[in-house]
């Protein structure tokens, strides 16, 4: 079973740069997709972003598209999520997720425990 630990949430204005990181551990974390999601106050949990095992193919939810980037190193069990002019709509807490296999509507059973962003105007 795979542990999931966020860490590099802050405070940023408007405009600014976040990157957002997660160790993963236990089993071979290379037999995992990663990814992201976030909550906002009162909202959902939604979609952010996922990679593919090898890191080859990367997904996006349609508001980060142009702005956030995820990408993981493997030798590191690392993913990251490079987090680009950054908005008000953006302060949410972070999580991270990992599951065998990525697929539309994708629900990871494996989480990390959240890190907070948030974005001021």
């Known amino acids: 079973q795979v542990q999931l630990v966020e860490s590099g949430g802050g405070l940023v204005q408007a405009g600014g740069s976040l990157r957002l990181s997660c160790a993963a551990s236990?089993?071979?974390?290379?037999?995992?997709?990663l990814g992201w999601f976030r909550q906002a106050p009162g909202k959902d949990r939604e979609f952010v972003a996922a990679?593919?095992?090898?890191?080859?193919?990367?997904y996006y939810s349609g508001s980060v598209k142009g702005r956030f980037t995820i990408s993981r190193d493997n030798a590191k069990n690392t993913v990251f999520l490079q987090m680009n002019s950054l908005e008000f709509d953006d302060t949410a807490v972070y999580f991270c997720?990992?599951?065998?296999?990525?697929?539309?509507?994708?629900?990871?059973?494996?989480w990390g425990q959240g890190t907070q962003v948030t974005v001021s105007s």
């Open positions: 997720a990992a599951d065998r296999l990525y697929s539309k509507n994708w629900a990871p059973p494996y």
């Open positions: 236990g089993g071979t974390v290379s037999n995992y997709v």
């Open positions: 990679v593919s095992r090898s890191g080859a193919f990367t």
